[in-house]
Every structure is written in structure tokens, then in C-alpha cells.
């Protein structure tokens, strides 16, 4: 009977713990509830501009910034003039680059130099040459982007001569010029071997084609005398009897890179740009 009336008085005891548990719980929600902004449960989509604001701070303040991005849109498109998209613009541009959306940001921030020229002009222009530049493959791969980097790059150093971000954008535009370049010179190889395999004329031509280009198109800018070197053994003409040389040049330009990569990592600002 002592252990039966023990056993009840456990079960009573846990009852109610398990009660107040459910209780706390539910105020914990309600408090929860009532502390959330009615604006955070509105479709981002059917916010008007002010609610927008609203909803805006609210996601910052908790550090939601897919919410965050979201809100900047859809202000962006409720924004009725132009001073008014200007510091939205912006920090959208801002936030798609923290958040590693590259191309969307170069869009931005492209969007932002032509509707605001003269605004921060040095930043947003090293902003979309980051955010193209983030973007670029690897010289095995397309070289679209690479090149619409390096065109930037060149452009803000012919515009801002004496900026204090010449030492970045001189090794932006050697990393962008050292990867056509490559891509240009597996390009020539790949039409070498083909010319070893079939002894095709038109693949010879055509490895000559991409060594004259590399030749006439970086070898100057680098201005490195050691390529300078290699390149003035080119032959002006792409027959049977040239290939080995052609091949020398090919093996002999990827080397000399390669051992340029690992030994002056972290001395690429050495190498002297047009």
C-alpha cells in the first residue's frame, strides 16, 4: 500500500512538471508572437514601400539577409525616383558581393556608375572589377569573363592613374593576362599534338595562329625577358619543319609560368604592365 501510494504521488508529481512545461512553452510563443512584427508574416512581394522599411529593419536586426536582399528588391522596384533608389541601389550591390553573388553584384554596382556617375567612382568601379573577377574560370575553361576583367582593370588604371588601389588592380590585370595567355598557349598545344597525330596542315596553322597571337598580344605587355626570350625564336612560318620549334615554345613558355606561379606567388606585383 506505502509503494502504491508513493507510485501516485511520482505520477501527480510529473503531471504537473509536464504541465507547466506546456505552459511555459506557450508563453514563451505568445511573448514570441507578440514581440514579431505582424509585417514579418506579409508576403515580401505584396509589401508596400513603407512596409518595406519596416520589414527591412527587422531582418537586419536579426541578420536574415536572403530576407534582407529580398526586401532591397522589392523596394528597388517600388522606388519612385531616382534619389530614392540611390542608397537602396547601393546597398543591395553591397550585400550581393558579401553574400558572394558575383555576377548579380557586378550588375548592381554597373547599374549604380551609370545612374551616378561621380558617386564613389573609385569604389564602384573596383567593385565590378571584384565582382568580374571573382567570377573568372580557370584558364582550361571560357575566358569571357576574364576578359571583360581585364578591360575594366585597364580602364581604371588609364582613369585613376594615382589611385591607392593601383597595387590590386596591377595584380588583377597580371592574373587576368597570365590566364588568356594560357589559355591561348593549351589552345596552341591542343593543335600541336592534333598535327603530331594526323599531320594536318590546318591544325599546324592553326597552333602557329595562337602563338603569333600570345606573341604580338602579351608578350609585350609582360614585358618579362625571359618570355621575351622564348618568343624571339618564333618562326614567321608554320610549316612541317617548324613544329618542333613550335613545340619547344609551347613547353618551354608553360614551364617558365608554372615556376613563376610557385616561386613569385607572392611577388606578382614584379612584373611591369603597359
Known sequence: MKYIRLLFICIAALSISNLDSRNSKRKKYRQAKTQTPSIAYKKIERLTFAESEDALAYYKKHEMNRQVINVLERMMALATDHETLKPILRELADLKFQEGLYSESAVLYSQYALLYPGEDTQYIQLQIIHSFNNERKSPENDQTTTQKTLEKALEFTETFPESTYQVKINDIILNCRLSLLLHELNAAEFYHHKFSYTSQLPALNSAHER????????????????????????????T???????????????????EQTINDKQKQSSWFFL
Open 240 to 258: 612541317p619543319d617548324d613544329a618542333p620549334l613550335l613545340s619547344k615554345i609551347i613547353q618551354k613558355t608553360q614551364t617558365y609560368i608554372t
Open 211 to 238: 602563338l603569333l597571337f600570345i606573341k604580338n598580344e602579351f608578350i609585350p605587355a609582360l614585358k618579362d625577358t625571359k618570355l621575351d626570350a622564348i618568343f624571339n625564336e618564333f618562326p614567321q612560318t608554320a
